[in-house]
């Protein structure tokens, strides 16, 4: 009998590829502490891990990347829906890929996808200011444009030195 992969991860595990998975599901936290100021907007780099796995590792991949990539943030600004906000955007940047979108059109997507969820929480669950969501919103745009651009130049490089 033939089983058809569900998780979306079609891949002959070894070490190096295990090592890949969970560096990119623990290394989102770490890039979560760095960023800069571009026009009063504070732009992250973390995003590029949770794409990168999504690239890899397809829909189950974002989704774990954006999930545990992201709880230092959540912890941290004591807003879990962030991290739900990640997995959202995860796991739709590698649905997207897998239909052959391309990154930037799949990433933009799967960022209006998280969109309502982003600044419904972040004003009526987490109390958010409109005035500062809104500007999370535009600054999670152009971070994650800058990341896609990122992820579009390195990805396949990436995957070869693995796969």
Known sequence: MNYKNIFGIETEWNSKRILLLISLLI????????????????????QYLIFLAAFIYGSIGGILSGGLGSL????????PYIAIGNIILGG???FFLRKKLGILPSIILAYLIQL?????????????????VNMIVIALLVSNILCG???????????????
Not at 72 to 79: D, R, V
Request: no cysteine; charged share 10%.
């Open 92 to 94: 739709f940047t590698g």
């Open 149 to 163: 651009l990122a992820t579009r130049f390195t990805a396949k490089k990436i995957k070869s030195l693995f796969f």
């Open 116 to 132: 309502p969820w982003l600044w419904l929480t972040d004003i009526y669950l987490a109390g958010m200011a409109m005035k500062y």
């Open 27 to 46: 290394f989102p936290n770490f890039l979560a502490l760095f960023h800069f100021q571009l026009f009063g907007l504070r732009i992250h780099f973390f």
């Open 72 to 79: 230092y943030t959540a912890i941290a600004l004591n807003n």
